[in-house]
């Protein structure tokens, strides 16, 4: 199933860093247009099922405390191609290996504190843009 849409949340270090306006700015530049958009905050439980597909790996306990100790801004975006075009946007998950240019290389600290979220999939950008917005929410 093709889409055209995706999902992603400006994570906690971006929020506190304040990149939420210079992140949405190159987004919507780069001809992403908005569907969905909120400053929200994950509980605990949020966290774990969110990422419930890493829920062996080490990192885990971490991830959970970092994306739950404070607000995020979460979003569905539309755009031809719109998963794979905002992985390239925002960069590996490694800002350390991200490209000249994307988010992560301008705004993310390390590989666990990224910056942003983005889709891996059309059935997960459903999934997840399903996990934080109602139908009402979207436009
Ligand atoms: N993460 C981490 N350590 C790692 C790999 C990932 O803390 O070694 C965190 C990081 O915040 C990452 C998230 O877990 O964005 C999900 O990992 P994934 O491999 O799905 O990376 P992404 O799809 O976000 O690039
Ligand atoms: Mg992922």
Redesign the pocket.
């Known amino acids: 199933m093709v889409t055209n849409r995706t999902f992603t949340m400006l ?1 906690p270090d971006a929020v506190e860093k304040g990149h939420v306006g210079a992140i949405i700015e190159k987004i919507t530049a780069s001809g992403f247009r908005i569907v969905a958009m909120k400053l929200t905050q994950m509980t605990k439980a949020d966290a774990q099922e969110f ?1 419930a ?2 829920k062996e ?1 080490p ?1 885990f306990p ?2 959970v405390e ?2 739950t100790r404070g607000p995020i801004v979460a979003a569905i975006l539309e755009k031809d191609n719109a998963v794979e075009d905002f ?1 390239t946007l ?1 960069g ?3 800002p350390a290996e991200a490209a000249e240019g994307t988010i992560r290389k301008l705004y993310a600290a390390s ?4 910056a942003v ?2 889709s ?1 999939s059309d059935e997960n950008a459903a999934i997840e843009g399903a996990f934080h917005f109602s139908g009402r929410e979207m436009f």
Do not use: P, V, W
């Open positions: 994570k990422y597909i890493h790996r990192f971490e991830l970092y994306m992985r925002i590996a998950t490694n590989i666990g504190e990224n979220h983005g891996d």
